[in-house]
């Protein structure tokens, strides 16, 4: 018997991130972490906390049987914790949503609610989202921004009288002091451990872990592989992963391993050489459009050069970013000339949310550069086909990139060719 939860919500910016940063780093010693949905971002920083790898949880992307095995393959710790995406019910759409995801899996969820300037209605709140589906997993609450004792005593009280299937766990307090210094609230990417010790220790001062414990007994299912297996290529991959191109779902790197006879990481920051024996390069998304990421990259004069001899004759093969630096320019930052593309950073976000693709590929897009070329791509994005199609993917010769992110373990089939 393992134990597994989810922290969610009725919106961002709820406490979400705050609840899940105390538990894993409370639990720190056998905990793995769970990010529902594509997010690139909650997952680095769950790693950080947890020092252990997190893992993305999509339906949409993964389909249901998809995330049923990935859940189970990686619950290989005493604690599972998942972070929702946005409100609990967001997502539905798609059918990607905490609340698909939990129920699908059956795991307890916790939600966190904020309480500022309110007692009574937080219990209407609980019963529209209790009511809202019946077959959530909606077993706990935590309340955040409680002003005293005395406030939480009065939500408590309403919630006991209003129900007997949702638990009070406990509250956070209002400005917590170890928030008082950290960057827009939660920003700790600059943070040492101390301040995240102490950040969880205010966090979960007023909330009972014993009870917590309870709620998240889980019986963990054995789940048969239900992707399409392919057989492992007595072939080297290089993946390019850094600051700069830092955005990688583990299941990625797990899957190219298990796919390659070799995988090796190569930093373009620090300016390291692709193998002369990599048969491919995968080069995953992140930052170069921007002054402060290209600053890190314009020097790697070894990386580049050794990237452009390997493209003569072997696979390349970039996502967001590695599509950007494929192209000739961005503005007016040099890229590599692979592709005869010219990029451009925009005000506002191009692209956003779940694509599909002419391959019948379901991924994830999220940039603000644009591409200035008159080109023929290799495919469009659309989320409704032949609505807002613009070319999002191209390749010259042995060189590939795209916009779209994906999940190779649910769509390697369709997107071999351009890496070996």
Not at 244 to 257: G, P, V
Request: glycine content about 6%.
């Amino acid at each position: 018997m393992i134990k597994a939860l989810c922290i969610s919500a009725t919106a961002s910016n709820q406490g979400k991130t705050i609840l899940t940063t105390a538990l894993l780093y409370h639990y720190k010693k056998s905990v793995r972490p769970f990010k529902i949905g594509p997010d690139f971002i909650d997952p680095k920083f769950h790693e950080k906390i947890s020092k252990t790898p997190s893992i993305n949880l999509d339906t949409n992307i993964c389909k249901q049987e998809g995330v049923q095995w990935l859940f189970s393959q990686y619950s290989n710790k005493e604690f599972s914790i998942l972070e929702g995406v946005m409100g609990f019910y967001d997502g539905m759409d798609k059918n990607s949503s905490a609340y698909d995801v939990t129920k699908l899996l059956n795991v307890p969820t916790v939600l966190i609610l904020d309480a500022s300037g309110s007692y009574i209605t937080l219990s209407a709140i609980i019963k529209g989202l209790k009511e809202y589906k019946k077959e959530n997993t909606i077993n706990a609450v935590v309340f955040n921004h409680i002003s005293s004792q005395g406030h939480y005593e009065l939500i408590k009280k309403q919630v006991e009288k209003d129900f007997d299937d949702v638990a009070c766990l406990g509250f956070i307090q209002k400005d917590l002091e170890s928030l008082s210094s950290t960057h827009l609230g939660l920003d700790l990417k600059d943070c040492n451990e101390e301040k995240i010790e102490q950040l969880s220790k205010e966090v979960l001062k007023n909330i009972d872990l014993q009870k917590l414990e309870e709620i998240s007994e889980y019986k963990k299912q054995e789940i048969n592989y239900p992707f399409e297996k392919v057989e492992k290529q007595d072939k080297h991959i290089a993946v390019v992963y850094d600051d700069n191109f830092s955005f990688l779902y583990h299941d990625n790197l797990e899957f190219l391993k298990e796919h390659f006879s070799k995988v090796s990481i190569v930093s373009s920051v620090n300016d390291e050489i692709i193998p002369n024996d990599a048969n491919s390069v995968f080069i995953c998304g992140g930052y170069i459009e921007t002054k402060e990421a290209y600053d890190k990259y314009k020097n790697s004069k070894n990386f580049q050069s050794s990237l452009k001899e390997h493209s003569k004759t072997k696979k390349v093969y970039g996502e967001c970013a590695g599509l950007i630096v494929l192209g000739e320019v961005c503005d007016d930052k040099k890229m590599l000339g692979l592709l005869p593309l010219e990029f451009t950073l925009n005000k506002r976000f191009v692209r956003m949310g779940y694509y599909d693709n002419d391959l019948g590929i379901t991924g994830h897009a999220f940039h603000y550069t644009s591409v200035k070329s008159d080109i023929k791509g290799e495919y469009t994005l659309y989320k409704k086909k032949g609505e807002y199609e613009k070319d999002a993917a191209f390749k010259k010769e042995n060189v590939f990139g795209t916009y779209l992110h994906t999940m190779f373990r649910a769509n390697f089939k369709k997107i071999e060719d351009y890496l070996l």
